[in-house]
């Protein structure tokens, strides 16, 4: 039995956390998991539904704390210690510092991490920009096995992160369980199978309320735009009450909804005319993979990631923080059904052919197995 000790940040079930759900549904019976994050909530049930043991470090927290940076960092020694784990794989910035360190210290012998977009390269303020670039850097003396999982974040990680000769750098795509999608599908309830309702146009977005994914600029785009438009926000975060109080500020409570998290994003998608996601940084998307296996046409910042996950025909892009562009390329979708449809069709038949998460898990359970 192979030991394997997750270690996260967030409990709350965003990108990050499903990608790593579904890894630990689906890898093999000769995987013991565990898991680590900040507390108990979705993300820990989930996982105990499935085997997982969790275990909560309270200090674990988003922001620069040297008190708690510490503490967790010697809660995290003395687990791994303890436990005696084969294999720590860390997820995200914070935790891929402090975890990596640790379990180099414990004397683990592989240690993995995946980067899931990285924040240093957008980060405006020089000198956290400065940090987490240095923490970054720390932690890849003591990696095994970086996993990128689009063509800049390789690029960066290869430039900067691979100066020892025993780092491995492997380009996963993230990936999505299809047959979650498959009925939806095949019974033709994707709304955009459909004529949709006459001069409505609903947009959903899937993320965090977080300056990441920048669902600010969502509601500037929507205040441009008529009573025709609305947008509901699929998700929760730091940036809840600010975007409530923009919401009231811009006069269209009428047209924005806040859902808060959804387990079976599925089971709603197919409502949604317009999937829309503003990001300032990604890694790669879960939630623009889900769209796709729904059906759904996608807009998207241009950035580096959904650029190379949408390419030139799966989806559309909007110039990254510019509202206007935003607001115009949402009214010309609207107005032209057919080119909606065509990427659509695109778009599914890429994410069944390379994204499909029983060839991702088999690429996985390799990279903990061989050496």
Known sequence: MIKILHIHLS????????????????LSK??????????????????????????VIRTLVRKISFYKDLKSFIELYRLIKKEKYDIIHTHSSKTGFLGRLAAKLAGTKKIVHTVHGFAFPSTKNKIFKAIYFLMEYIASLCTSVIIVMNKNDEIIARKYFCVNAKTKLILLNNAIDISRFDKLVTNGSSMNSKK??????????????????????????IKKLNN??????????PLKEEVQNKIIEYGIAERVKLLGWCVSVEDILYKYDLFVLPSKWEGMPLAILEAMAAKIPVLCSDIDANRYLLGKTSGFLFKSEDSDDFANKIKFLYENDEIRQAAVQEAYSLVVNDFDLCKRTKILESIYTHN
């Open 11 to 26: 409990s709350e079930i965003s990108g990050a956390q499903r990608v790593s759900l579904d890894e630990m549904k689906t």
């Open 228 to 237: 025709d438009f609305s947008i509901d926000f699929i998700g929760d975060g």
């Open 196 to 221: 949709r309702t006459k001069n409505k146009f609903k947009l959903v977005m899937v993320g965090r309320l977080c300056e990441q994914k920048n669902p600010l600029l969502v509601l500037e785009a």
């Open 30 to 55: 000769q995987f013991q998991q565990s898991m680590v994050c900040s507390k108990a909530g979705n993300f820990t049930a989930q996982a105990n539904e499935v085997g997982v043991q969790t275990f």
